[in-house]
């Protein structure tokens, strides 16, 4: 039970940190139209953190990046940030 508190806390925290990457990559993944301009701003989205942030932290901004989108109803584009992990890690 308290892990699933620390998470939530820890989510909150990092939610607060990511705020504005958070909220300017979801809406520009879910404002995309095709399969294609959607891989273009995941890819966008993910690299520019790295840039800006490094990879420390990553994951959990992915993880977040998705329950973002999840939550806009933007499967496809949760759906593909979940690719982009996939195909970097072949």
Known sequence: MGRTSNTSSGDIQLRFVFKIELARGASHISSTLSA???AAAVAEVLEQFVVD??????NEFRALLIEDLKKRVCLEGALAVDAYMRARAD
Do not use: Y
């Open 53 to 58: 942030r490094g990879l420390e932290k990553f």
């Open 36 to 38: 294609a301009s959607t």
